[in-house]
Antibody
C-alpha cells in the first residue's frame, strides 16, 4: 500500500525557514518523480515544485524560485522541501504527491499525503 | 504559464442527476509523444488529500466509480458525474501536467440540491 506522510510544518515568522519532509512507502520510490502542491486558506491547489526520481531534475513555480529547494534521499525514501525567506503568502497546507508513471515528470499525481500546515505570520 | 479555467464555479445537483464540469486550457496540452492529453481531474474533500479521478483526459483511475467520466479534446474538457451520490460533494479541479509550471483550474464546488 502506497503511503505518503508529511511532517515539518508549523508556525514561523516572515523571513524564517522550515524544512518539510515526506516519508514514502509501498512503492519503488526512486523510480517516481514527486511533487509538492499547496493549498492556501480558502484557495485552490497550486503546484509548488517537482523533482525527478534520480533528483537530476528539479523545478519550481516562479513565486518560490530562489527561496525553496526540493530534494530527495532515495536511500531513505524521503522527499524534502527546504523553505527559506518565508512570506505570509506561503501560508498553506503542503501536500507531497507521487506521479503515476515511472521515469517521467509529466504524469498525474495518483497518491497524495495528508498534508502539513505551514503558517507564516508575525 | 498554461492558464486553466473552469465553469461553473459551483453547482447544486439533485441526487441521481448528472453534474457536468467544464475545463478550458489556454493552450493545447496534447502530448505528441503518445498523442494523449496531459489533463487530469481530482476530487477534493475538506480535510482530505485530493483524489485522482481521471488522467489523460478520459482514463478513469483504478477504483474510481464508473459514474465519473472525462472527455474532451483540443483545449476543452469535461468531467461528468452521472447519478450523483451524496459522497460526491466536493471541489473538483482540472490539472494540466503538460508543461511546467503545472497548473490547476480554480475548482468547481459540487453540492446536493
Amino acid at each position: 500500500e502506497v503511503q505518503l506522510l508529511e511532517s515539518g510544518g508549523g508556525f514561523v515568522q516572515p523571513g524564517g525557514s522550515l524544512r518539510l519532509s515526506c516519508a514514502a512507502s509501498g512503492f519503488s520510490f526512486s523510480n517516481y518523480a514527486m511533487n509538492w502542491v499547496r493549498q492556501a486558506p480558502g484557495k485552490g491547489l497550486e503546484w509548488v515544485s517537482g523533482i525527478s526520481g534520480s533528483a537530476g531534475y528539479t523545478d519550481y513555480v516562479d513565486s518560490v524560485k530562489g527561496r525553496f529547494t526540493v530534494s530527495r534521499d532515495n536511500s531513505k525514501n524521503q522527499l524534502y522541501l527546504q523553505m527559506n525567506s518565508l512570506r505570509a503568502e506561503d501560508t498553506a497546507i503542503y501536500f507531497c504527491a507521487k506521479v503515476r508513471q515511472m521515469a517521467t515528470l509529466l504524469a498525474a499525481n495518483d497518491f497524495w499525503g495528508q498534508g502539513t500546515q505551514v503558517i507564516v505570520s508575525s | 504559464d498554461i492558464v486553466m479555467t473552469q465553469s461553473p464555479d459551483s453547482l447544486a445537483v439533485s441526487l441521481g442527476e448528472r453534474a457536468t464540469i467544464n475545463c478550458k486550457s489556454r493552450q493545447s496540452v496534447l502530448y505528441s509523444y503518445n498523442n494523449k492529453y496531459n489533463l487530469a481531474w481530482y476530487q477534493h474533500k475538506p480535510g482530505q488529500p485530493p483524489k485522482l479521478l481521471i488522467y489523460w483526459a478520459s482514463t478513469r483511475e483504478s477504483g474510481v466509480p464508473d459514474r465519473f467520466s472525462g472527455s474532451g479534446s483540443g483545449t476543452d474538457f469535461t468531467l461528468t458525474i452521472s447519478n450523483v451520490q451524496a459522497e460526491d460533494v466536493a471541489v473538483y479541479y482540472c490539472h494540466q501536467y503538460y508543461a511546467r509550471p503545472f497548473t490547476f483550474g480554480p475548482g468547481t464546488k459540487v453540492e446536493i440540491k
